[in-house]
């Protein structure tokens, strides 16, 4: 069993929906907690990241993180088709320097 | 100008060609990384560096050897390629006092192995 899982989708919804992409981890000594997103043939980049349990808000994305449960999500609300790109988590504990990425979850907004 | 760049950003190869990955970075961090992604099984870690004069293995590092020819480059070299290592390769930078540990990546490059 990976130390991060995440269901690789697709994920296919209507434009101005809302959307929960999720992760679970195994390692209880993770502490940051990162979404990157990465477009079709472009590399990852840093969406939202938080440090331990609670949320965090940044225009239509949220980012959960409930360490009791082991389970960290990504809601994006009012979903555009310029959203439509794969969703990979990351975490990692605090001095380790070597994040550890979730297979990612591919997303489609149709308009 | 991109912060992180590689070259080339397609190749294709034939099995047992010995070829090179080449990464250079413009952010002045100290830590380079090489990643490869496969469809299905996200990022795995080829080899790292935290400085110049440190090279780790990663997750996945058979088959490869790394570089590092200075701050700003970090070459990933394959001796003889196969075609189970066709597979987008990105490389990535990150700063420690950046929130996060914060990955930096290249654009990528797409390698097909025959």
């Known amino acids: 069993q990976k130390e991060v899982e995440q269901d690789p989708g697709p994920l296919s919804v209507p434009e101005g929906a809302i959307v929960s992409l999720n992760c679970t981890y195994s390692?209880?000594?993770?502490?940051?907690f990162m979404w990157y997103r990465q477009y079709s043939r472009k590399g990852p980049e840093l969406l939202m990241y938080?440090?331990?349990?609670g949320n965090k808000e940044d225009g239509r994305f949220t980012a959960q993180v409930d360490k009791s449960s082991k389970y960290i999500s990504l809601f994006i609300r009012d979903s555009q088709p310029s959203d439509s790109a794969t969703y990979l988590c990351?975490?990692?504990?605090?001095?380790?320097?070597?994040?550890?990425f979730g297979r990612g979850t591919s997303l489609i907004v149709h308009p | 100008d991109a912060d992180v760049t590689q070259t080339p950003r397609n190749r294709i190869t034939k099995t047992g060609k010995r070829i090179m990955l080449e990464c250079s970075q413009t952010?002045?961090?100290?830590?380079m990384y090489w990643y490869r992604q496969d469809p299905g099984l996200g990022l795995q870690l080829i080899y790292y560096?935290?400085?110049?004069?440190?090279?780790n293995k990663g997750e996945i590092s058979d088959g490869y050897s790394v570089s590092r020819q200075a701050q700003a480059k970090f070459s990933l070299s394959l001796e003889s390629a196969i075609p189970n290592q066709t597979a987008l390769y990105f490389c990535a930078t990150s700063d420690p006092g950046g929130p996060a540990d914060t990955q930096y990546f290249g654009p990528g490059t797409r390698l097909t192995v025959l």
């Open positions: 938080t440090y331990s349990s």
């Open positions: 952010k002045g961090h100290d830590r």
């Open positions: 560096s935290f400085d110049v004069k440190d090279i």
């Open positions: 990351a975490m990692n504990g605090r001095g380790s320097y070597i994040p550890t």
């Open positions: 390692n209880s000594a993770f502490q940051y």
